[in-house]
């Protein structure tokens, strides 16, 4: 069974309303890294923390954003929603020394904006 | 721009047929190649990776990968397929920064009992 936790499973936004999405870390991880996967396609990396900041970014607006605690959990922010935003947002917990060998990824959150 | 192309998007086939799902990369340098199973509603499932080394490798339940890098190709078999294995697979490169993965559109497999 899969460490990484997040929340909700599923939420329903308005167009031009802020969302946030939570993710707790496995055990032992010091990495979070988040992916937006829209229908029919793969995930695409949205940005990476570690150490509570941004350790890299994909090809993202900065209405994304992220926090990380102390404790490694994490949020995704999203400002301004657009109904293209509509997708699994899938967070990947692990340890910064060895890539993305050792993720482990939660379930994901379904959002839909309408 | 670094990219990873899945050759399939829908494979049909039926109990004991045997399964190759393509996946070329488009990156010069080292990288680091993985693929994930997506059960309907649940998380991604890391089936194999491919590092360094004999680039034939093998992975959880019966599935194994080629890595032949003058194709740039990292193509999933399986001799023999179940109903079970009907799921979406994800062919992934890393290819170092940031540790993140470069994701394929996936392959949705569809077993036939």
């Known amino acids: 069974e899969t460490g990484v936790t997040q929340s909700p499973t599923h939420l329903i936004k308005t167009r031009g309303q802020q969302v946030t999405l939570r993710c707790s870390s496995q055990?032992?991880?010091?990495?979070v890294s988040w992916y937006q996967q829209a229908l029919g396609q793969g995930p695409q990396f949205i940005f990476q923390?570690?150490?509570?900041?941004?350790?890299g970014r994909g090809n993202f607006p900065p209405r994304f954003s992220g926090l990380q605690f102390p404790n490694y959990s994490s949020e995704l922010n999203v400002n301004a929603l657009e109904l293209d935003d509509s997708a699994l947002y899938l967070c990947?917990?692990?340890?910064?020394?060895?890539?993305?060998?050792?993720?482990?990824f939660g379930s994901g959150t379904r959002l839909t904006v309408v | 721009a670094q990219s990873v192309s899945q050759h399939n998007h829908h494979v049909i086939l039926s109990e004991a047929a045997s399964l190759e799902l393509g996946c070329n990369y488009s990156?010069?340098?080292?990288?680091?190649l993985f693929w994930y199973v997506q059960y309907p509603g649940q998380h991604l499932q890391l089936l194999l990776k491919?590092?360094?080394?004999?680039?034939l490798v093998k992975g959880i339940k019966g599935f194994e990968a080629e890595f032949i890098k003058s194709k740039f190709s990292f193509n999933l078999r399986k001799p023999s397929v179940q109903w079970s294995d009907t799921a979406e697979y994800f062919c992934?490169?890393?290819?170092?920064?940031?540790?993140?993965?470069?994701f394929g559109a996936g392959t949705r497999l569809a077993v036939h009992p």
């Open positions: 990947a917990s692990s340890l910064v020394d060895r890539g993305a060998d050792g993720y482990t």
């Open positions: 992934a490169a890393e290819t170092g920064g940031y540790n993140k993965l470069i």
């Open positions: 055990s032992g991880h010091n990495t």
């Open positions: 990156y010069g340098g080292t990288v680091n």
């Open positions: 491919y590092f360094s080394g004999d680039p």
């Open positions: 923390y570690y150490r509570e900041e941004e350790n």
